[in-house]
C-alpha cells in the first residue's frame, strides 16, 4: 500500500516522456523540413544579403557589409517593379475579394435553384493547370480572334482595346486571367456564410430590414473572419505575383514594362543573372513589406474583424 | 419568379466564366485558314469544295436573281466570274457578274483532330504525361507519408512546445516563398541536384503545413476509444496509427491525395526553375510553356495542347469534387 504511491510517482513522468517522445519522432518529418526548407534559408537569405554570393562564382565569398543594399536604393529598376506590383494589387487585391463572395451570396441565395450544380462549375477551373489556364485565357483576350473582343463588338463597341498588349489596360487583363483561381474563395466564403445562424436573418427579416441593410449589418460582420482570412492570404501572393507575365510574354515586361513585377525583377536577378546575394536582398524586402502590411492589417483587425466567441 | 431570375443570371455568370474552355475547345479543332478569317463561323469549319472535272473548287454564297445560291467558282475574274452549280453540274458554267471578292465562302463542319496528334508528336506528349504523373505520384505517396505521421504527432500527443510548434507550422503559410527560395537553390545547386527531381521530391517527404492541418482536423474528430483499447491490448503509437487511426481517416486521406496530386500536376515554377536546364525530365506545364514559346502563332495547336493538359486534373475534380470542397473548407475555414 506504502510502495504504490512512490510506483506511480516514478512511472508517471516516464510515461509522459515516452508518449513526447513518440510525439517528436512523428514530427520529425516537419521539423526537418521546417529546419532544412524554412528556418535555415531564411536566415541564410539575411546572411547572403552581406556578402557576394553568386552561382558560378567568379571571385571568393566575403562580407561586403551594406554593398547590396547601398545598390538597392540606388535601384529604379526595383522601386518601379515595386510600383508595379503595388498598381496590380491595388485593383487585383479588391476583386479577389469581392468577386469570390458575391458569387457565394448568389449561390447561397434561397432563391437559387440547382445549388450544387453551381457550386462544381464555379470551382472547376481552379483545378485546371496554370499554365493552360492562362494560355486559354490569353486566347480569350485576344484582339482579334478573342471572344472578349467578340463580345464588346456586337455590344457594339466599334475599337475594343488590345488588352494584353497596352500599358492602360492590361492590368484589367491580368485580373481577367486570374479570375479562375477563385474557386477556393467561393467555396471559403460559401461555407461561412452557410454558418451564419438562419435566426438573425429571420429576426432581421422581422424588424423589416431589407437586402442591403441584412448585408451590411449581419452577413458582412458575421464574414469578417473569412474576409479576413482571404485578405491576409490574397495580400501574401499578390505581392508575389508574376507567373503569367513569366507564361505570356517570357517576362520581357511588356507592354512598356508595365508587367515588370517586383518578383519578375526578383526572379531575373537571381535565376537569370544568378545574383544571389542581390536577389537575397530583394527577397528580404519582400519579406520585410509583407511583414509590415500584414501586422498593420492584424492590427485593423481589432477594429472590423468580429469574433463570435470574444466578449 | 424571382427564383427564375436568380437561377438565369446565375447561369449567364457561369456560362461566361466557362466560355473560355469552350473557345478552347473550339479554337483547338480549327485549322489555321479558318482562324485568319475574320468572318468565318465560331464552331471548327473548312470551306466548302466541290469537285468538277477534277479539280476542287471553293463553293460560295452567290446572290443570283434576288435568291442566294451556293455555286463553286471556277473561273475567277474581276468582274464577272464562272460558276457551276454543285447540284447539276451538267448543266454547265454560269456565268456572274460582280466582284467575286465580295462573295462568303460556304463553310461546313469540319474538326481537325489531327491538331491533337500533332501536338502530341510536336511536344512529345508521352514522355510528358511520364514525367507528370512520376512526379505527382511520388509527391503524392510523399505528401501522405510524411503529412499523416506529422498530423497524427499534432492530434494524439502531448509534448512541450506542441502550441508553439503548431503556430509556427501555421505561419509558413504565409511565409514568401521568395525569402527561402535563392539559399534553397543554391544548396540544391551545390548537391548537384539541379536538373534531377530530387528537389521536387524530397520536400514532399517534410510535410507541408496545408495538408498537415487538414489531416489533424480529420484526425481530431476521430474519438480515442479504440486507442486507448488497443494501447491497453499492448499495440504501441505506430502500429496504433496504422490499424486504428488510418482506417477511420480515409476521407481525410482521399482529400489530401486528390489535393497534393492535381496540385503537383499543376505546379509550373518549381519544375521551370530546377529542371530547365533537363527537357527530358520537364513535367507538363513546363512543356506547356515552352511550347506556346515557339508556337504561339499557331493558336489551334496551343489550345489543342493546353486540352491535353487540364484533361485529367478535371477529370480527377469531377471524380472526386466532394473531398476537394470538403478539403478547402476544413482548411480555409477552420483555422
Known sequence: MSALPSIRRLRQPSLARREALWGYVFLSPWIVGFLALTLIPMAATLVFTFTNIDLAQNEPVRFVGLDNYARLLADGDAWRSLLVTFKYAALSLPVGLIIPFGIALLINSRYIRGRAAFRVLFFLPYVVPFVAGVLIWEGMLNAESGWVNGFLHFIGIAHPPNWLNEPGVVYPALVTIGIWGIGAGIIINLAGLQGIPTELYDAANIDGAGWWKTLRHITLPLMSPVIFYTLILGMVEVLQYFLVPLVINNGTGDPGGSTLFFNLYLYKVFFTYQDMSYGATLAWLLFAITLAISLLLFWSARRWVYYAGER | ?335
Open chain 2, 1 to 335: 419568379m424571382r427564383s427564375f431570375i436568380i437561377t438565369f443570371f446565375a447561369i449567364a455568370i457561369v456560362a461566361a466564366f466557362l466560355s473560355p474552355l469552350v473557345r478552347a475547345a473550339t479554337m483547338s479543332v480549327k485549322n489555321s485558314g479558318q482562324i485568319s478569317q475574320t468572318k468565318a463561323p465560331l464552331y471548327p469549319a473548312d470551306p466548302e469544295t466541290f469537285i468538277y472535272h477534277g479539280h476542287a473548287y471553293d463553293v460560295y454564297n452567290v446572290p443570283v436573281d434576288g435568291a442566294t445560291r451556293e455555286l463553286a467558282l471556277v473561273t475567277k475574274g474581276r468582274t464577272e466570274s464562272e460558276f457551276v452549280d454543285p447540284a447539276h453540274p451538267d448543266a454547265g458554267l454560269i456565268t456572274w457578274e460582280g466582284s467575286w471578292r465580295t462573295l462568303e465562302p460556304v463553310w461546313v463542319f469540319a474538326p481537325q483532330w489531327g491538331n491533337f496528334l500533332e501536338v502530341w508528336d510536336l511536344i512529345n506528349y508521352p514522355r510528358l504525361l511520364f514525367n507528370t504523373i512520376a512526379l505527382a505520384t511520388i509527391g503524392t505517396i510523399g505528401t501522405l507519408l510524411s503529412c499523416t505521421l506529422v498530423a497524427y504527432a499534432f492530434a494524439r500527443f502531448r509534448f512541450p512546445a506542441k502550441g508553439f510548434l503548431f503556430t509556427l507550422l501555421i505561419a509558413t503559410i504565409f511565409l514568401p516563398a521568395a525569402v527561402t527560395l535563392i539559399p534553397t537553390y543554391t544548396i540544391f545547386y551545390k548537391l548537384g541536384w539541379i536538373g534531377t527531381w530530387l528537389p521536387l521530391l524530397v520536400p514532399a517527404f517534410l510535410a507541408n503545413a496545408y495538408d498537415v492541418f487538414l489531416l489533424r482536423q480529420y484526425l481530431l474528430t476521430i474519438p480515442h476509444d479504440l486507442d486507448e483499447a488497443a494501447q491497453i491490448d499492448g499495440a504501441g503509437p505506430f502500429r496504433i496509427l496504422v490499424s486504428v487511426v488510418l482506417p477511420q481517416a480515409w476521407p481525410g486521406i482521399i482529400a489530401v491525395g486528390v489535393f497534393s496530386f492535381v496540385y503537383s500536376w499543376n505546379d509550373y515554377f518549381s519544375p521551370l526553375i530546377y529542371l530547365s536546364t533537363a527537357p527530358d525530365l520537364q513535367p507538363i506545364s513546363v512543356g506547356l510553356a515552352a511550347f506556346h514559346s515557339i508556337h504561339y502563332r499557331s493558336p489551334a495547336l496551343i489550345q489543342a495542347g493546353t486540352l491535353m493538359t487540364l484533361v485529367i486534373p478535371v477529370l480527377i475534380f469531377i471524380v472526386f469534387q466532394r473531398f476537394f470542397t470538403r478539403g478547402i473548407v476544413i482548411s480555409g475555414v477552420e483555422k
